[in-house]
């Protein structure tokens, strides 16, 4: 079993930046869980579908929504078994919950989501 737990969230002005973290815990093996599988930042605005964000695999490829890229950035830290998402230039479109997630094979595991909030 996989936990995962956000942080970082907040209410920021327009043009400002936040880093949202992912902590996870629990383990597949002896393997960092980030360093296998698929993990990604989703978000979801109200009345809105949840989307995909930025996504970054086992091997390090990423992969962004073309509405934030060049503003944001997904990283991890292996050793640390925690992903971030470091969001620059933050627009109030921006506004969202903001969830991490995790997939390998058949298991997709959520975090419970942290809020963040751009004003204008």
């Known amino acids: 079993q996989v936990q995962l737990v956000e942080s970082g969230g907040g209410l920021v002005q327009a043009g400002g930046s936040l880093r949202l973290s992912c902590a996870a815990s629990?383990?597949?093996?002896?393997?960092?869980?980030?360093?296998?599988?698929?993990a990604g930042w989703y978000r979801q605005a109200p009345g809105k579908q949840r989307e995909l964000v930025a996504g970054?695999?086992?091997?390090?490829?990423?992969n962004y929504a073309d509405s934030v890229k060049g503003r944001f950035t997904i990283s991890r830290d292996n050793a640390k078994n925690t992903v971030y998402l470091q969001m620059n230039s933050l627009k109030p479109e921006d506004t969202a919950v903001y969830y991490c997630?995790?997939?390998?094979?058949?298991?997709?595991?959520w975090g419970r989501g942290t809020q963040v909030t751009v004003s204008s």
């Open positions: 970054i695999l086992s091997g390090g490829s990423t």
């Open positions: 997630n995790h997939k390998l094979g058949p298991s997709d595991y």
């Open positions: 629990g383990s597949y093996s002896s393997s960092s869980i980030f360093s296998i599988g698929a």
